[in-house]
């Protein structure tokens, strides 16, 4: 075989959370934490900004509104739910994802079509600008909205309020909409799905994040059902594990009591529902290896993931961590870059990264390169000594005030636009 016929990517996760050994290291520039804690405790809880209004409603549901002016005259509303394929019984793979579908298939107030054609009417695009998703864990519906008259904004919670409670999975529209799904899935069949599906169950070992990619199979989507799809709605379309969001040129007062006319009359949930369930992506004391290939795969890429749990940000000393963190990935980012530009480089564009996991109690610091075919080992030996390095050795004083200052200025242009 024609090795430059096969690009392959591979992936390892290792057993000890390599960011973690290096945020614990003294760097030669460091200094005690009271020299930049000013007059505030770390321990002071951050505060909610005190234009974002927040609420609960009896019934469960959450809302946060934030009026802002600009652009005039537009607001977007979400409506996010706290479910997404994660929670999917082994017969309804890929039905959270099909029933995203399906709130604009027909819902009390709109027929087939009708929803579509209201939103034209007023100047949103399907696609471009209405939108939803599915994730693992979630399912976010957008919905930006004119707000020159209170009629629009009064059908846009319409909307918002049907798609929560009132979607009616018409046994007509499910059947034609099995094809419109199945050509989704279809459509991600390529060399990225492919090599997905080699390394997936690796890097996800025991975990049901490797069993639970949104769009499903094509098995279980050609049989959804109504009654499969109502069995997942009733279960986690609910108020307790919804919450809407407001933000644009409006009256907080009147959009706060559209949630509450719209969404305080949805019954709360039963004692006998189900509860939400959280999962993880567990350990591994050895580190787990993942080799993906695929003839059409257009380029090779080497991962060094290194799990952790996940870190919250509450307080003053949870922020600082965050812009150490912040800092620490610019530097080492800016090493990476300086060595793609030599002659010789064992890579041909490199990157260190922090993220969530998949999974929403575990983290990851990643290490990744795209090299040249047959590049693996020499791009992941070029990662590992340059994070070795900094563990070792620390920054320089020029590369800390560098990307300090490079930081100083991103939160200014922030706050310059902040309108």
Known sequence: ??????????????????????????PAVAKPAAAYAGTTPLA??????????????????????????????????????????????????????????MAFNGT????????????????????????????????????????????????AFTILDDWAHGQLM??????????????EWRGGRGAGERMLQQWLPIAFKGSRYAERLPIGNEA????????????FYNDWYRPDLMAVIAVGDFDPNAIEKQIRTHFGSIPAAKPTAPKR??????????PLVAIASDKEATSSNVNLIYKMPAEVTRTVGDYRRDLIERLYLQMLNDRFTEITQK???????????KDAFFARNTEAFTLD???????????????LKEARRVDQFGFLQSELDRARQNLLRAYERSYAERD
Do not use: W
Request: hydrophobic share 40%.
């Open 1 to 26: 075989m024609n090795v430059r016929a096969l690009s392959c990517s591979a992936l390892f996760l290792a057993a000890v959370p390599a960011f973690a050994q290096q945020s614990a290291t003294k």
């Open 44 to 101: 002071t809880r951050l505060p909610v900004d005190p234009k974002v209004r927040v609420g609960t409603l009896p019934n469960g549901l959450r809302y946060y509104i934030r009026q802002n002016a600009k652009p005039e005259k537009r607001a977007e509303l979400r409506l996010v739910v706290n479910a997404g394929s994660v929670l999917e019984a082994p017969d309804q793979l890929g039905l959270a994802h099909f029933i995203e579908h």
């Open 108 to 155: 009390t107030h709109f027929a087939k079509n009708d929803l579509i054609k209201y939103l034209e009417s007023i100047g949103v695009r399907f696609g471009a600008d209405l939108n939803a998703y599915t994730s693992f864990d979630e399912t976010v519906f957008i919905l930006p909205i004119p707000t020159d008259t209170a009629r629009i904004v009064d059908q």
């Open 170 to 183: 018409d046994p007509t529209e499910v059947a034609s909409e099995r094809g419109v799904v199945r050509e």
């Open 220 to 231: 279980s989507i050609m049989a959804a059902t109504p009654a499969k799809l109502r069995r």
């Open 277 to 286: 369930p959280m999962y993880d992506v567990p350990g591994n004391k050895e």
């Open 343 to 353: 002659p010789d480089a064992p890579f041909l564009a490199a990157g260190a990264s």
């Open 369 to 383: 390169a795209n090299v040249k075919d047959g590049g693996i080992e020499q791009g992941s030996e070029a990662l």
